[in-house]
């Protein structure tokens, strides 16, 4: 280690100790700081580490979640960026709450990393794997649209040429080039094939071979499914690890079959098996047995912000994220399987983190919401009158929407609410800030 490295982490290490001894403490800070100093400095932290890198649109802070649980079974070291730090700054910062390694000690660290991020940090990590769960339309004033956010991915890959890429199978985009890594792939096959139609807006539905529309046997949700092409030979690769049952999907947990073993997770939707599967590729690629995943699985927590239970006076408060059409549908999914009355809150910001443009809640599948058993409406956030104008459209009544313009207002509603099930859909940045302010009151 150079003095320039050694003298960039000590200086990071230190700024770490000062925020957290006399603040609350700060994700990217220390890794600015440290970075600042030695550009090179990543390099130097992740020398005795084997690195797995998580990327992709959705899901990625759960499976993160998963597969560090399950990694833990058998490693004593395994390095991770819980709080979503997943830029570079916040990766140097994790890497510096490290507690050292021995001497001839391997540690594992799983890192989710932003796709915008990738090139910055894929060469100082060099990782042994990539994990890539999905791509989908997001925040098209960051990113753009999902040809170019693959092209990241595939960049990334291409840069470390030995280190193997785990992809969603069921995902066209990850079939659509070729790349000198050695891959593997996860996916569903839970039914009997049969033909199925995606949904007409569906994004990335076309064969990258021919450019004809795709096909498939089996869809789970959004471009995801058994696909293939009538007019070539492209279709979907064969699965190294999947999931042949899904067995119970409640508002609370998901039971299902992994390569003929069952699973459960305390979270819901068809989307967080996905991300328990990943989780679970990760772990078999790294030589976890089974047994050891399902223990880790066992004690994985709900990943704050993604179906967050929060008690508020009593009430039963289920706060999810969303931030892009295909993750909002999955969850307006989720909510319709609460069957007990609910006050909905649903809260829009557009700030940089959420993406600037909202036009995407217009690809959302509000109108499923005119059949749930919703008493209360609340919108709030910097876009209320969007949010309160596309549920009006979806069916629900005007009238019957109440817009508040801060969130103690939406959180003194929710107290004050007759209602004792409550479900909010908010975005990053509202989420973030409805938190900090329920913590202060002593909420969380």
Same mark, same amino acid.
């Given at each position: 280690?150079?003095?320039? +490295?050694? *003298? #960039?982490?000590? #200086?990071?290490? *230190? #700024?770490?100790?000062g925020l957290t001894t006399f603040t609350r403490g700060g994700s990217s800070l220390p890794g600015k700081i440290a970075t600042t100093i030695d550009p090179n400095v990543l390099e130097a932290l992740t020398k005795n580490y084997k690195v797995v890198v998580i990327t992709g649109t959705n899901g990625k802070t759960l499976t993160t979640a998963l597969t560090v649980q399950a990694l833990k079974q058998k490693y004593p070291q395994v390095l991770t960026n819980p709080t &979503? %730090?997943?830029?570079?700054? &916040? =990766? !140097? %910062?994790? *890497?510096?709450?490290?507690?050292?390694?021995?001497?001839?000690?391997? &540690?594992? $660290? !799983?890192?989710e990393v932003d796709e915008g991020s990738l090139k910055h940090v894929v060469n100082a990590l060099k990782p042994e794997l990539f994990v890539h769960t999905n791509v989908f339309r997001d925040q098209m004033d960051r990113y753009g649209e999902i040809y170019s956010i693959y092209e990241l991915m595939a960049d990334a890959a291409k840069a470390v040429p030995n280190a193997t890429v785990l992809a969603n199978a069921d995902s066209p985009l990850f079939n659509s080039m070729e790349l000198p890594n050695p891959r593997e792939y996860f996916g569903f096959d839970h039914k009997v094939d049969h033909d199925v139609e995606p949904h007409y807006n569906t994004d990335g539905i076309l064969c990258p071979h021919c450019n004809n529309v795709l096909s498939y046997h089996n869809l789970t949700y959004a471009n995801l499914g058994k696909y293939y092409c009538k007019h070539c030979d492209f279709k979907r690769p064969n699965l190294d690890y999947s999931i042949n049952k899904v067995e119970e999907l409640t508002l609370t947990h998901s039971?299902?079959? =992994?390569?003929?073993? +069952? *699973?459960?997770?305390? !979270? #819901?939707?068809?989307?967080? =098996?996905?991300? $328990?599967?990943a989780a679970y590729s990760v772990a078999r690629f790294l030589g976890v047995e089974p047994n050891d995943i399902r223990e880790g699985f066992k004690q994985a927590e709900r990943v704050f912000g993604r179906q967050e239970i929060i008690n508020i006076n009593g009430k039963k408060v289920l706060l999810n994220l969303v931030k892009n059409p295909v993750g909002l549908n999955q969850v307006i999914e989720l909510v &319709?399987?609460?069957k007990n009355p609910f006050m909905l809150v649903s809260i829009l910001n557009n700030q940089y983190a959420d993406g600037t443009d909202v036009s995407w809640i217009w690809d959302g599948h509000y109108e499923q919401m005119v059949n749930f058993p919703i008493k209360e409406t609340v919108v709030g956030g910097m876009k209320a009158d969007e949010m309160k104008l596309r549920l009006t459209v979806a069916g629900i009544p005007e009238e019957s929407i109440t817009q508040l313009n801060s969130m103690n207002d939406i959180i003194e509603a929710i107290e004050n609410s007759s209602e004792e099930h409550v479900h909010i859909l908010a975005t990053y940045t509202a989420m973030l800030e409805l938190r900090k302010i329920l913590q202060e009151k002593n909420h969380l």
């Open positions: 280690m150079t003095f320039r +490295s050694n *003298f #960039a982490i000590n #200086a990071g290490r *230190f #700024a770490l100790w &979503g %730090s997943n830029m570079q700054q &916040g =990766i !140097v %910062s994790t *890497f510096l709450t490290a507690p050292k390694l021995k001497d001839g000690e391997q &540690g594992i $660290a !799983v890192l039971t299902f079959e =992994i390569d003929g073993h +069952s *699973f459960t997770i305390p !979270v #819901a939707g068809l989307y967080n =098996i996905y991300n $328990a599967l &319709g399987l609460e």
